[in-house]
């Protein structure tokens, strides 16, 4: 979580929230922001654009030993450059993740792709359709923060055209932070959706 690859990066400004647009933008939450501790989630899984679907992922694994209460939860996205790339807030306040176990954020309605958790398209959609998603960025840093605290933070350097990369290890946030250490996903469909990678499930070993 804080390699000394990455330490450089925490001298950036933190990425400016996505301006709103009144029609499709939720208000901002009433709760304030989660009680977790550093550490406490850990980036497994990580899906982008995979050609003409608008199915992508980010999955976080628990890896303490209670129940964590995502609402307010901010997903922020940095450019290799250094360059901010925009950013979510989770504001189900019903979302849960309880105790080893994961949850999947993605840019489908769990209605209808119900191996996603939650529906990041609130905040991240395309600039052209709001209707449409945003597609998450190839590379740069992954941060997940919580009142204003980093929890976890991968460098991703080991996305390929199939778009699945993921973690191997046990998870966790003090290992996982370099992306190339990670494994690109092209050999399982066990969404039953035709397309690689495992959501909500333990990954596999690299092959």
């Known amino acids: 979580m804080f390699s000394g690859r990455t330490d450089s990066f ?39 654009n995979q050609g003409g679907s608008y199915r992508q992922w980010i999955e ?14 901010r997903i922020a996205f940095t450019r290799n450059d250094g360059k901010p790339a925009g950013a979510f807030i989770v504001r189900d306040e019903g979302l849960v993740v309880e105790p080893g176990d994961y949850v999947v954020l993605g840019s489908d309605d769990p209605e209808r792709a119900a191996y996603l958790d939650y529906s990041y398209l609130v905040d991240w959609y395309s600039p052209s359709n709001p209707a449409n998603p945003r597609d998450l960025p190839k590379g740069g840093l992954v941060d997940v923060q919580a009142c204003g605290q980093l929890i976890d933070r ?43 990678g495992t959501p909500g499930e333990a990954n596999p070993a690299c092959p």
């Open 10 to 48: 925490l001298r950036l400004a933190a990425p400016p929230v996505l301006a709103a647009m009144a029609a499709c933008v939720r208000p901002p939450l009433d709760t304030g922001c989660p009680k977790i501790q550093p550490g406490a989630l850990a980036l497994t899984e990580f899906r982008e």
């Open 154 to 196: 991968v460098v991703l350097r080991n996305l390929t055209e199939m778009g699945t990369t993921f973690w191997p290890g046990e998870p966790s946030a003090a290992d996982n932070d370099e992306g190339a250490k990670w494994c690109v996903d092209d050999f399982t469909t066990s969404t039953g959706i035709g397309v690689f």
């Open 60 to 73: 976080l694994y628990n890896a303490s030993e209670e129940p964590i209460a995502l609402a307010g939860l």
